[in-house]
């Protein structure tokens, strides 16, 4: 297998990644640009530790081969900056062991995006696919709930 380019918009910023074209794209955004914010979980796309956005839509960045994402735009949690959702987070107290956190606060992100006032239920429901361990599930949730009402008053 040799290596290709792939050209992304990571955080805002154009980047060119050479790696085999079935890389996943977490491997490329951890071990070839640096940004370890996103987490390798269970590598099948069932935990949402590795929870990143590609043109706005939410994917697992474990079992996303770079090839797929070519020309795309990338963001992941460092990519977010200081959010109402990440200041409710830490209000809340919502992150225990942290492992889970930047997969569930871009989960979260999606959700506002396309639903700006989710009541808790919502919340719940987007956040099912969020492996938890530690047991700030019901933190979570409030800290979402939270930041909807915080961005509700701006």
Known sequence: MSDETFRLLV????????CDRDTPLLFALRNRLGL???RFGCGLGLCGACN???DG???????????????????TVEGLGDTPLQRAMIDEQAAQCGYC???VVMTAT?????????????????????LCRC????????????????????
């Open 11 to 18: 955080n805002g910023a154009e980047v060119t990644v050479e």
């Open 36 to 38: 370890k914010g996103t």
């Open 52 to 54: 990143v956005l590609v």
């Open 57 to 75: 839509r939410l994917i697992h960045s474990c079992d996303t081969p770079l090839w797929s994402v070519d020309g795309k735009e990338v963001v």
């Open 101 to 103: 956190v930047s997969g």
């Open 110 to 130: 999606a959700l506002l995006a396309r639903n700006s006032a989710p009541d808790e239920a919502e919340v719940r429901a987007a956040l099912d696919d969020n």
């Open 135 to 154: 047991g700030a599930h019901n933190r979570m949730v409030r800290a979402v709930v939270k930041a909807s009402q915080v961005e509700a008053t701006r």
